[in-house]
């Protein structure tokens, strides 16, 4: 069994990941550890009813590689990856917001609708609870785990000093990765993080519910929450999952929460930012 090893402040999470190996073994592994069949294990070339058994097939299986921890940015990207970086070089900034299009759309003053239930609506949200706070918002419509990794390598990790950072991410690799392989690659964000902002605190949030109550996704999303909850020290990382707030009693998402069944409206804008207001400014103190 192979593991794992990811360090988070002074959180030592550890993940077996013996069915979903991250990367291939090197060719002086793979020379040490080939991969044996039943018979072979029980002696090759051994005569069975009266005949040799052919020698047992010793080369290594190809072992799959977990994309989501290896940095790497859609290119279509590239032009908001450069502007974070030029907001990122003028600092100034308390508390970042990091993840993927349901974070990138809290600007978003929405689309197809008005009042409460404003689709893709979270601007008017945000300016409400956070617009007198020093913000950046580095999320990026469609990006993954990988994405946020290279990002952080590559410029939007350095140049300031946030007090908090607000982290979803995630939800964009289930049609690719397993829930353990995106939990890893979200461990993996964590802990480029904590390099680059050792003395921010990191309110991790659990990946928000899509689809319907009995979708395959959903259970993915479940699978990597209680995965990534093993992150939360209380002392640099603070998990949260806020997804049940979402929801309706029978586990659907209601149509003015969010309309599309991803992505929230200003009403489930409102509904998120009530929850982590309070922890953020905690966390800022």
Not at 82 to 96: C, P, Q, R, S
Not at 222 to 242: G, T
């Amino acid at each position: 069994m192979k593991l794992t090893l990811v360090l988070c402040s002074n959180l030592l999470c550890l993940f077996a990941v013996a069915s979903f190996a991250q990367t291939a073994p090197s060719g002086a592994d793979a020379a040490k550890q080939p991969a044996r069949t039943d018979a072979a294990q029980q002696g090759d070339n051994k005569e069975v009813a009266g005949e040799k058994q052919a020698p047992a097939n010793t080369a290594p299986a190809p072992a799959r590689v977990n994309t989501a921890i290896v940095p790497q940015l859609n290119r279509g990207f590239m032009p908001r990856h450069e502007a974070n970086v030029e907001v990122a070089k003028k600092g100034d900034i308390d508390l970042l917001f990091m993840g993927d299009s349901i974070t990138d759309w809290w600007r978003n003053p929405g689309r197809g609708g008005s009042g409460e239930a404003t689709p893709f609506g979270g601007k008017p949200v945000f300016e409400k609870y956070f617009g007198s706070m020093k913000t950046a918002n580095f999320g990026i419509a469609g990006d993954t785990t990988q994405g946020v990794l290279w990002r952080l390598e590559n410029g939007e990790g350095e140049g300031f000093k946030p007090k908090a950072i607000m982290l979803m991410i995630g939800t964009n690799n289930t049609a690719r990765n397993t829930p353990q392989e995106i939990a890893i690659g979200v461990a993996a964000v964590v802990g480029e993080l904590r390099k680059d902002f050792p003395e921010a605190k990191i309110l991790l949030l659990g990946v928000f519910p899509r689809a319907a109550a009995e979708s395959r996704v959903r259970g993915q999303i479940a699978e990597i929450n209680k995965i990534i909850s093993a992150l939360n020290d209380q002392q640099h990382v603070f998990y949260l999952d806020i997804g049940s707030k979402f929801l309706a009693e029978d586990g659907s998402i209601p149509k003015d929460v969010m309309s599309d069944g991803l992505h929230p409206t200003t009403k489930g804008y409102e509904i998120w930012a009530q929850a982590v207001k309070e922890p953020l400014e905690e966390l800022m103190k």
